[in-house]
């Protein structure tokens, strides 16, 4: 896959351990876990969405089968858990003691 370069990777709303849910897919309105992110590509694993299944052969130390990997989706295919609330939020960045904080744009809470 292409990389996409128009997208500052380092100022991404989501973060790896943040819950989210997902808004737009075969998955929406499933809440879970990030996994990891992939800045230059503009996805994220999410834990238990965008299950495929995967044939493998057979090699010395593992048999084979049909296996259930779970595959990236897109960033904005995703939105932030609100702390306080639970619901989907929007994400804010601000300045406090001179560091960039994330903060819920519903709650003006403070996202960690």
């Known amino acids: 896959m292409k990389s996409i370069t128009s997208h500052k990777a380092s100022k991404l709303d989501i973060k790896k351990g943040d819950t989210v849910m997902v ?3 075969s998955y929406k309105g499933t809440k879970a876990e ?3 992110v992939f800045p230059k590509k503009y996805r994220a694993l999410v834990e238990g ?3 495929a299944k995967k044939h493998t052969k057979p090699t010395a130390d593992q ?3 049909i296996n259930e990997i779970e595959q990236t989706i897109h960033i904005s295919n995703l939105q932030l ?3 306080k609330s639970g619901n989907s939020t929007r994400v804010g960045r601000k300045n406090l003691d001179g560091k960039s904080v994330r903060y819920s744009k519903k709650s003006g809470e ?3």
Request: charged share 20%; glycine share 16%.
């Open 49 to 51: 969405v965008n299950i």
């Open 34 to 36: 990030v996994k990891e």
């Open 23 to 25: 808004i737009s897919g």
């Open 110 to 112: 403070i996202i960690k």
């Open 63 to 65: 048999p084979g089968g």
């Open 81 to 83: 858990i609100d702390p």
